[in-house]
C-alpha cells in the first residue's frame, strides 16, 4: 500500500514527512493474477498487455488477458485485499494521503 513509481512529484511527500498510500493490490490467493502482473507498475503493465496479446506464445497471451482482466475489474484502483492492508497498515491518529482514481485523498485513522 505504500510502494508507488517514482516521479518527481512524489518527492513533496517525502519533505513533508507525509505518508502516502493506495489501496490498489492483487489478491495473494490469486497466483495466477500475481503472476501475470508480478511488481510491474501501473505505466509497465498497460505496456505489456499490449505487446503480450500479439504474442505467438499462448501463455503469454493468457498471462496479458490476466491482466487486462485484473484492470478492468479494479478500475476503481481500490481492491478488496487493498483496503484490508490499508486498515491494518495506517497507524491509529495517522494522517496520510491516499491515492485513488488519480485524485490525492486525505486520509485520518482514528481508533
Not at 8 to 16: A, Q, S
Not at 25 to 49: F, K, M, R, W
Not at 78 to 84: A, E, K, N, P
Amino acid at each position: 500500500v505504500d510502494h508507488f513509481e517514482y516521479t518527481p512529484e512524489l518527492i513533496v511527500f517525502d519533505l513533508l514527512h507525509i505518508p502516502l498510500y493506495h489501496g490498489w493490490l492483487v489478491d495473494p490467493q490469486s497466483p495466477e493474477v500475481q503472476a501475470a502482473i508480478g511488481n510491474c507498475s501501473y505505466n509497465q503493465l498497460v505496456e505489456n498487455i499490449i505487446n503480450n496479446k500479439a504474442s505467438d506464445r499462448d501463455e503469454v497471451v493468457t498471462e496479458a488477458l490476466l491482466a487486462e482482466s485484473f484492470l478492468g475489474k479494479t478500475a476503481s484502483q481500490l481492491t478488496y485485499h487493498g483496503l484490508c492492508e490499508l486498515t491494518s497498515t495506517l497507524k491509529d491518529d495517522e494522517l496520510c494521503v491516499l491515492f485513488r482514481n488519480n485524485h490525492f485523498i486525505t486520509l485520518f485513522k482514528r481508533k
